[in-house]
């Protein structure tokens, strides 16, 4: 075997194996990158790698504000003289302070002022001297394709920092390599001595290792971007409670019900912080404390989601709206919304969509909702939207997003492009297509407060009519409605004030936006908070922050609560109260978000589709027994308890 160092050169001796551990710089690697496939991501953040000879027994982070931004240093035992002492700012921090021209004992001046207090006189140190010019670097966020190669002479393997790199945030960098070396020794053991078995050994030991790589990248990514916007989302925004808690929690790797098994006391001290802050006075968990905005009141954190049911006829909510409406709000739920209701015929994804253009669809939905009041603490959505090009297609299953078959409508859009290859083409909105759906928009909404509904969500996003004008994937247009971000937000923003103005002073109104559009050339984040703070303006009291559904070339990026990363940038950027949608699907997930002040409710589809009591049922899973339950079904609630308990043990 052979281990290569990055300092020297790529000559190969004469081997069977050649480990290649020469860090994130492999010349080995770089030798052979259409085989490896490298895909290397420099990050924004600077950072310097220092040491202490104060010893840190715990992994200790410290915060300093500066007039030109925020400073962190990573602290954590190194052996038993010495601490790693790791300072990490962002490029326009580090630029306004000089540091790119300072050599390393400037820098290293620098670090000791700032860094004084923490250091209590300690000094800082550098192993590398022998380093001309600044110390700073960026982190360099590695991910290969592929990590051995048989050269035609020797089979080359990548380990560490040379096939996959952790930020430093979580520590686990060096982890990962020893991890590596550890479980590429056992296959190499399990094989014994046999030269033709090391391409299977090697495959066996990437795809084993890949599996942990994943999650302990996917962790540490989680954590480098909290760090790249800890400044101006987190430090300046949040309490020093809750700021302690998101740095917790900033990985997702430890959950509320983590941190309770690390430190239940601490854990519940928090709870009552946060409890007392909502209002109540007895402790509660996170996503059982009341939230208020204008005049209205949640009862907690949980909203039914929008979720098209293709079931109504002619628009009307029927005795199917009322039960499947009416019985999640029972089920405990704070905020039940209908799917989206369109605001004309022309206006529906199906025919089998809701509506509310007519005097009939309004007592439809009076009905739902004053069963919804008598029979809960619930209290009703609805969310107001036009389909544009996706519409006129055929019902869910029976082939979604296809075009009908017979009895087409004509569609609109922002401009006249296809949502597939075989749907109609739209025609492109003029301005008398603008006053008339504007129109239609608030005709709804006047009927929507006819119907004694507690909050209104105008839908601008997943590709449909307002969606269409803000990305630049659909809005091709070359007149005042299309280009730039203004422009694009003209249109929505029309129409946004026009609801807003006859709907009820003294009740919110949501806005659902695609926070990204997974599509190259589409929306990105910062669009949606552009958007956001638009719609803020404007008047609305909070984003629905969802993502995709614009473009079917779309390349989501799936993981653990994958869309609350943009509910929690607009919140926390932006300034306003958010939604967190998408793969949430658990109290512990719920009570995560909200409690890390990631997002103020969070929306559950799937798993209310399946459970219509997930939230009276998530509370008894988590130990929370006096949360009432509908009278009727008071004798059920002890024995689901019980169950539990017995699961339990």
Known sequence: MFEHDST???????????????????????????????????????????????????????FRKTEHGWFQAHIYKFDDKTSTFIVETTDDAFQKHGLGEMDQDASIAFCEKLFAEVLEGGKLMTNARHL????????QRLICGKWSHFNGNSHVVLMGDAAHTAHFAIGSGTKLAIDDAIELANRFNLAGHDTASIPDVLKIYEDIRRVDVARIQNAARNAMEWFEVVGHRYADQLPPEQFMYSMLTRSQRISHENLRLRDKT????????FARHAGVEQRVPPMFTPFSVRGTTLPNRIVVSPMAMYSAKDGVPDDFHLVHLGSRAMGGAGLVFGEMTCVAPDARITPGCLGLWNERQMEGWRRIVGFIHANSAAKVGIQLGHAGRKGSTRLAWDGIDKPLAEGNWPLISASPLPYLPESQVPKEMDRADMDRVLAQFVASTRLAAQTGADWLEFHAAHGYLLSSFLSPLTNQRTDRYGGDIANRARYPLEVFRAV??????DKPISVRLSCHDWTEGGNTPEEAAAFARMFKE????????????????????????????FADKVR??????????GAISEADHANS????????????????LADPAWTLHEAAKIG?????????YVSGKSQYETNLARMAK
């Open 8 to 62: 020297g050169d790529t000559e190969f001796p004469e081997a069977d194996l050649i480990i290649a551990a020469d860090g994130v710089n492999s010349r080995i690697r770089n030798t052979y990158p259409e085989i490896f496939q490298p895909d290397l991501v420099t990050r924004p953040n600077r950072f310097i790698w220092l040491g202490t000879d104060k010893q840190f027994d715990a992994f200790t982070f410290d």
């Open 132 to 139: 001309r010019g600044s110390a700073w670097l960026n982190f």
């Open 266 to 273: 601490w854990l519940e001290n928090y709870e009552s912080w």
């Open 500 to 505: 807003r103005a006859v709907w009820p002073e």
């Open 538 to 565: 404007a008047g609305a009291d909070m984003i629905d922050c969802s993502s995709g559904q614009v473009s079917k070339a779309e390349k989501p990026v799936y993981g653990r609560l994958f869309q609350t990363q």
């Open 572 to 581: 926390n950027e932006v300034g306003i109260p958010t939604i967190a949608v």
């Open 593 to 608: 978000i909200i409690a890390a002040g990631r997002a103020d409710l969070c929306a559950i589809a799937r798993p209310h």
């Open 624 to 632: 929370l027994t006096d949360i009432a339950w509908p009278k009727q």
